[in-house]
């Protein structure tokens, strides 16, 4: 025996071993479409499994070819078609089988892969969609209104309105926002702002008018320095549109208007 012959051989062990590896692969992806097949929740999805298993099952033909097998039913009459119709495997040429062994075969076991690979793409994509993955839902309530968005939006001022200015480091105030919420119409409500003086002298602060006259103050117009005081800001719902309220509020020092900061007023009047 030469060895030629020899090496012969061996390769062709090692190619059917990994026809044989190949082919264990696509009975065992055969195996989880059937199953996926049985609990698909729609018909469209129970027919695309259904076509990816014909896919696999004309993959393991072609393996079957590569490795020389001949259909079962080469010798004898041809059954009758099934429902379900799958491509005639025709069996290898017996002519120049070294030639076939050595490009033809190589060639059609890359493309069997390839398929496999786009064959595998396919069922993750099909599972993905048949998961029902949704993006986080964000609700986000303000007084009485809702809204609810899969991302996050930084908020816009109402057209008409200012954002709360920073305070200066002279001038401290807090919170930034009054909330009142919904106020009902002819009726009142009542919040607090905290006014810091952080200089070393007495603070004269002056607030600016609002533009609804439904806004009252109640202050000391004097802040010592390093203390505190408070403004009570009362809402007039009688005075008051219905609707939305959104007003900001402006405070400074009375002597250097360059201390200044200010606060926003929101509610709903209804």
């Known amino acids: 025996m030469s060895d030629d012959f020899g ?19 696509y009975r065992v992806h055969r195996e989880t479409l059937a199953k996926l097949l049985s609990e698909a929740p729609t018909e469209h999805l129970a027919s695309e499994y259904q076509r990816l298993i014909g896919d696999i099952d004309s993959s393991i033909a072609k393996v079957d070819e590569i490795e020389g097998h001949a259909p079962a039913a080469a010798a004898a009459a041809p059954p009758p078609p099934l429902a379900t119709h799958r491509p005639l495997v025709t069996p290898p040429s017996p002519v120049e089988p070294a030639a076939y062994a050595a490009d033809g075969s190589n060639a059609r076991l890359l493309l069997i892969v390839v398929a496999g690979i786009v064959v595998l793409a396919i069922i993750g994509y099909l599972i993905y969609r048949a998961s029902g993955d949704r993006h986080p839902v964000i609700t986000e309530t303000t007084g009485t209104t809702t809204t609810t968005a899969s991302t996050i939006e930084p908020v816009t001022p109402a057209p008409g309105t200012v954002a709360p200015v920073a305070s200066s480091a002279s001038l401290g105030i807090a919170p930034a926002i009054l909330d009142y919420g919904t106020i009902r119409k002819g009726t009142r409500a009542t919040r607090q702002v905290e006014v810091t003086n952080n200089s070393a002298e007495p603070m004269k602060i002056k607030v600016a008018r609002s533009q609804c ?50 606060f926003q007023v929101s509610a709903t009047i209804k």
């Open 7 to 25: 090496t012969v051989n061996v390769r062709r062990g090692e190619r059917a071993r990994e026809i044989e590896m190949l082919r264990q692969h």
């Open 213 to 262: 006259k439904c806004l009252y103050y109640e202050y000391k117009d004097t802040v010592a320095p390093k203390a505190k005081e408070t403004i009570t800001v009362t809402v007039d719902g009688a005075k008051a549109k219905a609707g939305t309220l959104t007003e900001t509020i402006g405070l400074s020092s009375a002597k250097d208007p360059s201390v200044n900061g200010s």
